[in-house]
């Protein structure tokens, strides 16, 4: 081993800068369940609080429910913790195979894929499925994973703005003369909250003969009547090329993630997906509570009608309030300071008052966006939301902002 | 290549397009533009100047003015 002192302190004043530009995150640490309310530990040694949380994509409420934990505890009796393989060689069990089958069927695709995380999903997608004459046409706001992925891929990539169809439309026309085009969209835009046009950007796919790929990780399970993703909600069932998705937040909040999408595509990213190829199989635990979640949500919308209703109180809770929000249809409720500063300083105090919920900014976000990110859950019951409300309406006062413009709220730090 | 550089990212990046843009102006370290949407950039400089600039040249701080980039722009 060589690990000098000059080594040591390279690392070590990379750290430094990191934490001088106030971008070092230091984790809280959770000393429950995943749920409506957890205890927290944060800083690390002080005193646990009891909070309500505000911010984990645990949407439905599954993370922790007795069915999915049952059903985890079936498949270490059953199919034991581990496979150590990989998919190909001796870690394809029975019930990975029903698993790919039964997503196929709730998402409504030819086929499914397996992958330890979406990450590992959106890391294969375009590197296995397109090569040096193609183009991948992204929103500007899509998901790191996404980035990353596309940066593995041979392919070129151009960006259009955020959701504006005339500048895809333009890029599309660009770009027509390219044998394979991919259009390459979030499904909800996870800092914002908002939804993607799936609807136009399907019909412009349709015009000039492109592909349309969608990550629906902040969706699947809940968005659309009966809870299949962004494509449900936007009228476009059937007609998305690939899908990916997660089983991280939604459906059980475990690990694992999924590309779903027409045979040939799924089949190509069996025989060529490097993540695919080269990582460990999903574990039997995550695989048969995935179906459990699943059954759960093919059984009753009981789940996400209550997320949506929990969604509209709390959009107009806060409105009502006078605190600024991203408008919008999806359970990630942005509220606006602008103000880094203000941001974090109000985060400091919902904690305090016993509400879990982060501030972002920039570079997490663009300059001069700051905001706190609320999730809803169908876990959280009006109880909390009312006790949630009533902790932002105190700080608000104490910072004087609510009814507040934008501009006045980048005037309090000055 | 300046003024085109400069109506180019007027178009594809600000949301005011009335922004003053000058060849020394920090594009990337102000956060005008997110190093993301390097990739358009580099997409328009080979469709308009024929040159293909390699994705490891195109960087947050290589790219960071208008200047900048038709430093390395010329080196290829």
């Given amino acids: 081993m060589s690990y000098s002192d000059q080594t040591r302190l390279s690392y070590q004043r990379t750290l430094q800068d990191i934490e001088e530009k106030g971008l070092y995150k230091n984790e809280r640490i959770i000393c429950d369940r995943q749920g409506a309310e957890v205890k927290v530990e944060f800083p690390v040694g002080s005193e646990q609080k009891q909070l309500i949380n505000m911010c984990s994509n645990n949407y439905l409420g599954l993370s922790s429910h007795p069915d999915v934990i049952k059903a985890a505890h079936e498949a270490l009796d059953h199919r034991g913790y581990g496979l150590s393989s990989v998919r190909f060689i001796c870690g394809t069990q029975d019930i990975h195979k029903e698993l790919e089958a039964r997503l196929s069927t709730f998402l409504g695709t030819e086929d499914t894929i397996l992958f330890s995380s979406c990450f590992d999903a959106n890391a294969a997608v375009f590197e296995t499925l397109l090569d040096e004459n193609d183009i991948m046409i992204s929103d500007r706001l899509v998901h790191a994973s996404i980035i990353d992925g596309m940066r593995l891929a041979k392919a070129q990539h151009d960006t259009y703005k955020h959701s504006d169809m005339k500048h895809l439309r333009k890029k599309l026309e660009m770009y027509q003369d390219r044998p394979r085009k991919i259009i390459i969209t979030d499904g909800v835009f996870s800092m914002d909250g908002d939804i993607a046009k799936l609807d136009e950007i399907v019909q412009l796919a349709e015009e000039f003969d492109a592909m349309v790929f969608v990550d629906d990780s902040h969706a699947t399970g809940f968005m659309g009547k009966n809870g299949r993703g962004i ?5 476009v069932w059937g007609k998305i090329d690939v899908i990916t998705t997660t089983f991280g937040k939604a459906l059980g909040g475990a690990s694992g993630g999924c590309v779903s999408g027409h045979k040939e595509l799924i089949d190509l990213l069996r025989q060529r997906g490097r993540p695919y190829l080269f990582s460990n199989t999903l574990a039997p ?12 949500l093919e059984a009753s919308t009981e789940r996400r009608d209550k997320l949506e209703s929990n969604m509209i109180w709390w959009r107009k809770a806060l409105s009502d309030a006078g605190f600024i929000i991203v408008e919008g249809d999806s359970p990630i409720v942005p509220i606006m300071f602008y103000d880094a500063k203000l941001a974090q300083a109000f985060s400091n105090d919902l904690y305090q008052e016993g509400v879990f919920a982060v501030g972002f900014f920039f570079p997490v976000v663009a300059q001069g966006q700051a905001r706190i990110r609320t999730q809803l859950s169908a876990a959280h019951d009006m109880e909390h939301l009312e006790r949630a409300i009533a902790a932002f309406v105190k700080i608000g006062k104490k910072y004087n902002i609510l009814g507040k413009s934008k501009e006045e709220l980048l005037q309090i730090n000055q | 290549m300046k003024e085109k550089l400069i109506e180019f990212i007027r ?36 469709q308009e100047f024929g040159k293909r600039i390699p994705a490891p040249r195109i960087t947050a701080e290589s790219f960071d003015t208008v200047k900048q980039m038709i430093e390395v722009i010329k080196q290829f």
């Fill in chain 1, 285 to 296: 635990t995550i695989t048969m509570a995935t179906m459990k979640v699943i059954d759960i």
């Fill in chain 2, 11 to 46: 178009d594809e990046f600000l949301d005011e397009p009335d922004t003053e843009i000058t060849e020394n102006t920090k594009l990337i370290s102000s956060g005008m533009i997110d190093s993301f949407s390097l990739v358009s950039l580099q997409a328009f400089i080979q």
């Fill in chain 1, 231 to 235: 494509h449900e909600l936007c009228g």
